[in-house]
């Protein structure tokens, strides 16, 4: 596998977490799962690194401890076409215990930080009026193109 690839540790739910994204995400499939053994560290049959893809992007999991958890200080960011797609990647992702938050960004149910935007964002922000797309933006949990385009008008 070449480029870069994020590896995100989990506590002891990477396989969970894997099933998780790769239900959401269309375009995706699990790779190569490697599973602890008989001398451990983790339980025997528990996954130990689990190789995935979302649209295309490779990702690692590990089951690493509780040693380290996720923070908004990295996320991922998912690109939309339109309201439908932002809708759906935003409810699937907030979901049973996900937390949204401001300005496009949830955490997901294992604490990941992800920010659902359109991608008509980056052109509405510099805009004439994008002072105006950045006040709206920023009353938003969920981005709404149509406020923002009309906030651009």
Same mark, same amino acid.
């Given at each position: 596998?070449?480029?870069?690839?994020?590896?995100?540790?989990?506590?002891?739910?990477?396989?969970?977490?894997?099933?998780? *994204?790769?239900?959401?995400?269309?375009?995706?499939?699990?790779?190569?799962?490697?599973? *602890?053994?008989?001398?451990?560290?983790?339980?025997?049959?528990?996954?130990?690194?689990?190789?995935?893809? !979302?649209?295309?992007?490779?990702?690692?999991?590990?089951?690493?401890?509780?040693?380290?958890?996720?923070?908004?200080?990295?996320?991922?960011?998912?690109?939309?076409?339109?309201?439908?797609?932002?809708? *759906? *990647?935003?409810?699937?992702?907030?979901?049973?215990?996900?937390?949204?938050?401001?300005?496009?960004? !949830?955490?997901?149910?294992?604490?990941?930080?992800?920010?659902?935007?359109?991608?008509?964002?980056?052109? !509405?922000?510099?805009?004439?009026?994008?002072?105006?797309?950045?006040?709206?933006?920023?009353?938003?949990?969920?981005?709404?193109?149509?406020?923002?385009?009309?906030?651009?008008?």
């Amino acid at each position: 596998m070449k480029g870069i690839t994020p590896f995100l540790w989990f506590n002891d739910d990477a396989e969970k977490a894997i099933q998780f *994204y790769t239900s959401v995400f269309k375009n995706s499939k699990v790779g190569h799962i490697s599973r *602890y053994g008989d001398s451990g560290p983790g339980p025997k049959g528990q996954v130990m690194v689990g190789e995935f893809e !979302l649209n295309g992007q490779p990702f690692m999991a590990l089951n690493g401890g509780p040693q380290f958890k996720f923070n908004e200080s990295v996320s991922f960011v998912i690109r939309c076409e339109n309201q439908a797609e932002i809708d *759906y *990647y935003w409810s699937k992702l907030s979901a049973d215990g996900g937390q949204e938050s401001m300005c496009g960004w !949830l955490k997901d149910p294992f604490g990941l930080s992800w920010q659902v935007v359109p991608t008509v964002l980056s052109q !509405l922000m510099t805009g004439p009026n994008a002072g105006r797309v950045m006040q709206a933006l920023l009353q938003m949990r969920k981005l709404d193109i149509a406020t923002l385009q009309k906030a651009a008008a």
